[in-house]
């Protein structure tokens, strides 16, 4: 059996790799069939609506790092991408996951046999270097040692001093990356998945405080659920909305920039009709989206707890004020 081709998409929460997976998928080879599988660290996964956008087989792993949530996920994504026959998938971890144990299983048994595993891209925002919150991350660190092909994101937000910067701490790794260079919005050309893999070595341990996963979905007549999550210094609150709930346009552009969150990702049936809202480093970005019926989906990530009782109050004061 031929081997599927795959790639692992990484970087920190919020540097734009959601946004790469994207531009791959829309410069594919027009014959070519592409898969997604995509962890996030929210419970209510938000980036497999804005992927599936794009035409491609997408599977969600939310709530948490995929190869520690329990109940085995990751293989059952992996494996129902696999079922569909692609001819590649990309494989976006959650950036506050464990990307060294994410290869490790990818490349050992069973993987190994389905799977040819090409470089590892990550992604990093410049501007984060100098951020000793990031650099003394341990994730933030193993996410460019793992990587075979390391890119600076957001160009059109760093200097070229901070540019110069990311040069010199990615240059300072030991091993070989296959490229290092920089972007705007996510444009990665598809050649670069391609480029060699340098093997790392890296072993998959399974973890003893795995979690079981459940998948959050609203019970009958429900009008909306909510699911916190917490780990690696983070805390998010997910809501997920019933099809029948739309919020004014307007009400949640305003909360969404006025909420002082480090992440907000959610795809909502508005007035105005379907949009992706993100906030990532204080900038909200709107998208409009062509879904016509789905749930709505919120998530809210920070590094502390914030008043979610009273977050979600204004939610429902939108979607009372939207029936008047
Ligand atoms: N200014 C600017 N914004 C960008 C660029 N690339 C992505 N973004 C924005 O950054 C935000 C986060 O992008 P995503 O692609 O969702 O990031 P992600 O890494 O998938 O995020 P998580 O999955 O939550 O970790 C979005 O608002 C994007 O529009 C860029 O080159 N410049
Ligand atoms: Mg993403």
């Not at 389905?114 to 660190?141: M, Q, S």
Request: proline residues 4%; aromatic residues 8%.
């Amino acid at each position: 059996m031929d081997k599927v081709a795959a790639n692992i998409v990484t970087g920190f929460l919020g540097v734009g790799k959601t946004t790469a997976i994207r531009h791959l998928l829309a410069n594919k080879p027009l014959k070519e069939r592409w898969a997604v599988l995509v962890n996030e660290f929210g419970e209510v996964g938000v980036d497999g609506a804005i992927l599936s956008e794009q035409g491609a087989l997408v599977k969600e792993v939310p709530g948490g790092c995929m190869c520690c949530v329990a109940g085995l996920p990751m293989t059952v994504g992996l494996n129902t991408l696999l079922a569909q026959k692609p001819d590649r998938i990309l494989i976006e971890p959650t950036g506050l996951g464990h990307p060294k144990d994410i290869i490790g299983k990818l490349t050992q048994d069973p993987f190994d046999s389905t799977l040819n595993v090409g470089a590892t891209i990550t992604l990093v925002d410049p501007r984060c270097i100098d951020d000793v919150r990031y650099r003394e991350n341990e994730n933030f660190h193993d996410q460019i040692a793992l990587a075979d092909v390391v890119v600076a994101n957001k160009l059109d937000q760093c200097s070229e001093a901070q540019l110069a910067t990311f040069h010199d701490y990615v240059a300072a790794f030991d091993g070989e990356k296959s490229l290092v260079t920089g972007v705007e919005q996510g444009a990665l050309e598809t050649a670069w998945l391609a480029l060699p893999r340098h093997a790392r070595h890296a072993h998959y341990h399974h973890r003893s405080d795995a979690e079981p996963m459940t998948t959050l979905a609203l019970g009958p007549g429900d009008t909306f659920t909510r699911k916190e999550n917490q780990g690696q210094g983070y805390i998010s609150c997910g809501w997920l909305f019933s099809e029948q709930c739309c919020f004014p346009f307007d009400a949640l552009y305003g909360l969404f920039s006025n909420l002082n969150a480090q992440r907000i990702k959610a795809v909502v049936n508005t007035e105005e009709g379907f949009y992706a809202f993100n906030v990532a480093n204080q900038v909200i970005t709107v998208t409009p989206m062509s879904i016509e019926t789905a749930e709505s989906r919120i998530e809210v990530i920070d590094t502390q707890a914030l008043p979610w009782d009273e977050l979600e109050t204004i939610l429902l004061s939108f979607l009372k004020a939207s029936d008047e």
